[in-house]
């Protein structure tokens, strides 16, 4: 079977959300133009990374060809994610990337697969590899989207004071304190 890429070159939405109560979130990337809407399912880290890769690359760009400060864009996408939310797949393998010609981010996301993924077939049109979804997007999208999924991530459970790990409503059994007492939640 052939491979699938869905390709968003002009994306109304892109954005990052979660179903579910904090604790047992699952965190999806969403595309939609037109009326198509893909959603792919991957992890909290996942987010985090790409939200910050897609800051660094920007700050990147605009240190070496300068940007283009007319270019306005819409206020935060505070949305929901669109419904029904149907996944398209598991996300393995995460490419980014600057088009210099569309002056565009490139965000690419690939299909978990029981093969080991060639980098070459990170954003490529070759026929063989994982499904893929492919968003260009454009400096302002891609910084609304970073900072969307910084949010999202942050939206979790608070973390505990000493140990860093988060923090259940029942609290928790607190390393740092080699489980001696169990710490409760902040404002109880």
Not at 87 to 97: A, Q
């Given at each position: 079977?052939?491979?699938?890429?869905?390709?968003?070159?002009?994306?109304?939405?892109?954005?990052?959300?979660?179903?579910?109560?904090?604790?047992?979130?699952?965190?999806?990337?969403?595309?939609?133009?037109?009326?198509r809407t893909i959603s792919v399912l991957l992890e909290k880290q996942q987010v985090s990374v790409l939200a910050e890769r897609i800051a660094a690359l920007l700050e990147e760009v605009s240190r070496r060809f300068g940007t283009d400060e007319s270019?306005?864009?819409?206020?935060?996408?505070?949305?929901?994610?669109?419904v029904p939310?149907?996944?398209?797949?598991?996300?393995?393998?995460?490419?980014?990337?600057w088009d210099a010609d569309s002056k565009s981010v490139v965000v690419e996301l690939l299909a978990v697969s029981e093969e080991e993924v060639d980098e070459s077939v990170v954003l490529d049109d070759a026929e063989e590899g994982p499904d893929a979804l492919r968003v260009f997007l454009s400096p302002t999208q891609a910084q609304a989207f970073a900072d969307r999924a910084e949010k999202v991530?942050?939206?979790?459970?608070?973390?505990?004071?000493?140990?860093?790990?988060?923090?259940?409503?029942?609290g928790?059994?607190?390393?740092r304190l080699n489980g001696y007492?169990?710490?409760?939640?902040?404002?109880?």
């Open positions: 079977m052939s491979r699938v890429i869905h390709v968003f070159r002009q994306p109304e939405r892109f954005v990052a959300g979660t179903v579910g109560e904090p604790g047992d979130r699952s965190f999806y990337l969403q595309a939609i133009e037109e009326s270019e306005t864009g819409p206020g935060s996408d505070l949305d929901p994610l669109a939310l149907e996944e398209e797949f598991r996300v393995g393998t995460m490419g980014l990337g991530v942050s939206a979790g459970r608070p973390p505990c004071p000493l140990c860093a790990e988060a923090l259940d409503p029942e928790h059994v607190c390393v007492r169990q710490r409760t939640p902040v404002g109880d």
